[in-house]
């Protein structure tokens, strides 16, 4: 509690005494530090970076906050989610009240406690960041979705560019390309290859164009090699003759 002497107790100096306290114990936001992520229930645990100072002037620190829902980018069926590790900064915020009706049942409910902006009632939204984990190498041209201590990651340019970088791209559904793609390496296929526009191939190590192991089939069709069909060309017999066309 604030103190004043009896000389200048007066009506004002009661009411700023009282707005000075009553400030000191409402709770805003605050910067803070991830202590432990609770998988199953999305909630962490967190140490608040600021720390307060008692009435003697020595440093106070808050006590701990515990299962303070994390707020994740969700809406229409859809969730953007991202891993949360111990030591990730982020923004604690305390909502008017008492939240654990809710909280426990996501139903519009009667605050158990009266409390207004208190500790108890935090959100935390991860992101913001002190200046010793600012994201390096920021790009301020593009979306981007990346890994702050790897290779991989995800972008939109303003020039409509998309670029994926990392050590594997998996895709577990059908794949549609509505536009060309050129490939700078090589493309290993495992199952059956259907070509329904036609293939052309050139060009290959040693201008080999193409190396087939195995049969291949052709139906309704010739195969013709500078200009010999294998089913329409003949050969001269003995007899200075033209053999008859390939059969099966």
């Known amino acids: 509690m604030t103190q004043y002497t ?3 107790a007066s009506v004002d100096a009661v009411l700023d005494a009282a707005k000075s306290d009553f400030g000191q114990q409402l709770r805003v936001a ?3 530090i991830v202590t432990a992520f609770d998988l199953e229930k999305q909630t962490v645990s967190l140490q608040v970076a600021i720390a307060g100072t008692d009435a ?3 440093v106070m620190s808050l ?3 515990v299962d303070v829902p994390v707020k994740f980018p969700r809406g229409g069926g859809f969730a953007f989610t991202f891993p949360i590790r111990a030591g990730d900064e982020g923004l604690a915020i305390f909502a008017d009240r008492c939240i654990d009706g809710w909280f426990a049942s996501g139903q519009v409910s009667q605050e158990p406690e009266f409390r207004q902006h208190d500790l108890s009632d935090g959100f935390f ?7 010793a984990k600012a994201i390096g190498a920021f790009r301020n041209d593009a979306i981007v979705m990346r890994q702050l201590d790897g290779a991989g990651y995800v972008s939109i340019d303003n020039g409509s560019n998309v670029e994926i970088d990392g050590a594997k791209l998996t895709v577990h559904c059908e794949a549609e390309f509505m536009k060309p793609v ?3 390496d090589t493309a290993t296929i ?3 290859t259907t070509c329904n526009g036609g293939l ?7 201008g080999t164009a193409a190396n087939i192991s195995g049969g291949v089939t052709v139906t309704g069709g010739d195969v013709t090699v500078d200009g010999i069909g294998t089913k329409s060309h003949h050969h001269i017999d003995s007899q200075s003759g033209t053999t008859s066309e390939a059969k099966p």
């Open 30 to 32: 605050l910067p803070a």
């Open 56 to 58: 003697d002037g020595s």
């Open 190 to 192: 495992q199952g059956e």
């Open 63 to 65: 006590p701990p906050l």
């Open 182 to 184: 050129t490939m700078d």
């Open 125 to 131: 939204l991860p992101g913001v960041s002190s200046l």
């Open 200 to 206: 052309s191939a050139s060009g290959g190590e040693g």
């Open 6 to 8: 009896r000389e200048n």
